[in-house]
């Protein structure tokens, strides 16, 4: 298995909405691992529009298992601005019109801002073939690419650092890195939820039983990650119980009851 750690700088103001509160559309602190994996151009999406605003994340990442997985981009440092937009007409009357999923006609944006950073990794199995995709094949060759992300399309800048050493353990580990907790195999033991991820449910420090996992060195970084991460492992209506940890009311965090995640 090789595994790459990827930087992500944002060059652009992104916005897509994570949570809506009213008219006030927020941006997550996060880059899901679906976005980054149509953002580095692995999916091949027939056909090219989609009128009826649904995703078809199944059919398009699953062909990935086996060959490639990429975790989500957790944030190092994260700076928001927010805007307003009104797309509305200018007329007395205003016709009834199809609303839209992904562009509401009036309300405020909170963006992540141009500077912002994230981490994440991406998992490329030995036995795995080829990927037609450019820019992945730039990134493994150690040089930088710029992608698109968010409902604006705007710039990031993306690289990649091959791990110097990469052991395959089987033991009760420690999992700091953003996962997806759809793509697990295994349920953590407790973990710490972030809030209103979308489309699936996000997690981060995450302990985990004797299971296996990967065990990469980045200089004198020891990143753990769990073995057998697939886009889409769990079907949609399996539900995952464990036992997670959230943000107290003071700042710390406290252990809840077992209780069920969802998708």
């Excluded at 409902?151 to 050493?165: E, G, S, V, Y």
Aim: proline fraction near 7%.
């Amino acid at each position: 298995m090789q595994i790459y750690r990827g930087e992500l700088e944002l060059l652009d103001y992104v916005f897509y909405a994570t949570t809506e509160r009213g008219s006030v559309h927020e941006t997550g602190g996060f880059i899901h691992n679906y976005a980054l994996a149509y953002a580095l151009g692995l999916v091949r999406s027939v056909p090219y529009t989609n009128l009826t605003q649904q995703p078809r994340y199944e059919e398009e990442l699953t062909p990935l298992n086996g060959q490639l997985y990429i975790t989500p981009a957790a944030p190092q440092q994260v700076a928001y601005s927010t805007v307003q937009w009104n797309t509305l007409r200018e007329s007395y009357g205003i016709p009834k019109k199809q609303p839209s999923l992904g562009y509401p006609d009036w309300g405020f944006a909170r963006m992540l801002r141009p500077g912002s950073r994230f981490t994440f990794y991406v998992l490329i199995s030995d036995q795995g073939k080829a990927l037609d995709a450019p820019a992945l094949s730039q990134l493994l060759q150690g040089n930088p690419v710029r992608v698109r992300l968010g409902k604006f399309m705007a710039k990031a800048r993306m690289q990649l650092r091959r791990a110097d050493r990469v052991t395959e353990r089987t033991e009760a580990f420690f999992a700091e890195s953003y996962l997806n907790w759809r793509d697990l195999a295994e349920d953590p033991e407790f973990c710490d939820v972030v809030v209103a991820s979308r489309p699936t449910r996000l997690i981060s420090r995450a302990q985990f039983s004797a299971a296996p996992h990967y065990e990469a060195r980045f200089g004198e970084d020891i990143i753990r990650l769990p073995a057998n991460m697939r886009f889409l492992a769990r079907p949609p209506g399996k539900q995952a119980t464990s036992t997670t940890r959230k943000p107290g009311a003071a700042g710390g965090r406290k252990t809840s009851s077992k209780r069920k995640g969802r998708s």
